[in-house]
């Protein structure tokens, strides 16, 4: 397909504001989970610096979320600005068509599409699967190496572990104090000094304690006995390193599509096939909706300069949004077997489409006059002519004049 200047700059002026706002929303998505990853980070004693990792195996998640909403932010953007300098009546007067103006961003929508595919269905389950599992070996396996001042760690279930300060390189602890759940009692351990060594074989760590009191709880109800000592090796010791994650595919997001549609229908696979089939046609049908968006967006966005665009910008964001909910929704009912995959997923999308066709056919006549608009205009008109008796009621009178 051969794009002239017309359609080039069209494709201009969506472009750049749909990059400023795929930046905007994907820097918001990523900034609530950095923040959350520091704190857990943090408490886990792990190097906080591993956020990037992390944060960069996200990416392509959010991008599943974000690419729509700048697309459809994009394509209004543009139309709205050629509402307001005239140019598109100018455009419209000289016989270009809507569509021509449209085509573009159709083709657009379908590169975005294929790039979405691309992106949610074989890059992202490969990151999804490397972020479990830096996640797992720096947080559930944080504490082989040093400890934070400060802080409680959970060293793995049951297992507490704190201390008031500790050196530069992690190993020397000041007023450690360790709590232990396991099984049915708990003991609690406190020590004025304590320090990290390697076990005699060298394969694990030890934690050595000075001058400190066990207190045991031997059981329910019972009274609880105490140790003092003045030298213990605590009778646990921790890993230099972590043991070798599970391999990929333990969840149906780990899975590419490919792997997905080899696996649903397969007696043999361990995942359910309504959880491989909501995700398959889930991501499908975002993907697909990216074709559908300039038809909805377009009417909505070629409002005259004395008309007022909150409303149908409003419209478009609810409308963006709700397919995004519905779809979501429609996911996990499918993925908890209230109903074929197929249908909750796919359900949403021919909605969207079907809005998006009424209003597009019926804008081309008349640009800025839609279904929506025209409702507005008699939601205005209505709340005037309520509001004009309580307007009439309370205004002021003017004052006679004098003499």
């Given at each position: 397909m051969r794009f002239g200047v017309l359609e080039r700059y069209v494709l201009g002026l969506t472009l750049k504001p749909m990059a400023i706002a795929l930046g905007v929303v994907l820097l918001g998505l990523l900034l609530e989970r950095i923040l959350r990853l520091v704190d857990v980070l943090a408490v886990a004693g792990a190097p906080v610096i591993l956020v990037f990792a992390l944060s960069a195996n996200l990416?392509?998640?959010?991008?599943?979320?974000?690419?729509?909403?700048?697309?459809?932010?994009?394509?209004?953007?543009?139309?709205?600005?050629?509402?307001?300098?005239?140019?598109?009546?100018?455009?419209?007067a000289s016989g270009v068509s809507v569509w021509r103006l449209t085509r573009p961003l159709v083709a657009l929508g379908a590169l975005l599409g294929l790039g979405t595919i691309a992106v949610t269905g074989y890059i992202d389950p490969h990151s999804r699967y490397a972020y479990r599992e830096i996640l797992n070996s720096s947080v559930a396996y944080a504490w082989r190496a040093h400890a934070p001042a400060e802080a409680f760690i959970s060293v793995r279930d049951?297992?507490?572990?704190?201390?008031?300060a500790v050196d530069a390189t992690g190993r020397r602890l000041t007023g450690v104090f360790i709590e232990d759940r396991a099984g049915a009692r708990e003991t609690l351990t406190t020590a004025a000094a304590g320090t990290l060594e390697l076990t005699p074989d060298g394969k694990r760590l030890q934690?050595?304690?000075?001058s400190g009191v066990v207190l045991r709880d031997t059981q329910p109800g019972g009274r609880p006995s105490?140790?003092?000592?003045?030298?213990?090796?605590?009778?646990?010791?921790?890993?230099?390193?972590?043991?070798?994650?599970?391999?990929?595919?333990?969840?149906?997001?780990?899975?590419?599509?490919?792997?997905?549609?080899?696996?649903?229908?397969?007696?043999?696979?361990?995942?359910?096939?309504?959880?491989?089939?909501?995700?398959?046609?889930?991501?499908?049908?975002?993907?697909?909706?990216?074709?559908?968006?300039?038809?909805?967006?377009?009417?909505?966005?070629m409002t005259m300069r004395r008309q007022s665009r909150v409303a149908n910008m409003a419209v478009a964001a609810l409308s963006v949004l709700a397919f995004q909910n519905v779809l979501q929704l429609g996911e996990t009912l499918a993925h908890k077997g209230a109903g074929p995959a197929p249908l909750l997923c796919w359900g949403p999308l021919v909605l969207l489409a079907g809005l998006s066709a009424l209003l597009y056919a019926t804008s081309t006549d008349r640009p800025g006059d839609t279904v929506i608009s025209r409702a507005m205009d008699g939601l205005s008109a209505a709340g005037a002519r309520l509001v004009r008796p309580f307007a009439r009621l309370f205004r002021r009178r003017r004052p006679l004049p004098a003499g």
């Open positions: 990416v392509p998640h959010y991008l599943g979320f974000a690419v729509p909403a700048a697309f459809a932010l994009g394509v209004f953007s543009a139309f709205s600005r050629m509402s307001q300098g005239a140019e598109l009546e100018s455009m419209l049951g297992l507490t572990v704190t201390a008031d934690l050595r304690l000075h105490s140790l003092r000592f003045t030298d213990l090796v605590f009778d646990k010791t921790f890993a230099l390193e972590a043991p070798p994650f599970r391999p990929r595919g333990g969840n149906e997001r780990e899975l590419t599509l490919s792997e997905l549609w080899s696996e649903m229908g397969d007696p043999a696979s361990a995942t359910p096939d309504r959880k491989l089939s909501s995700e398959f046609h889930a991501r499908l049908a975002r993907a697909a909706a990216l074709v559908f968006l300039p038809f909805l967006i377009v009417p909505l966005s």
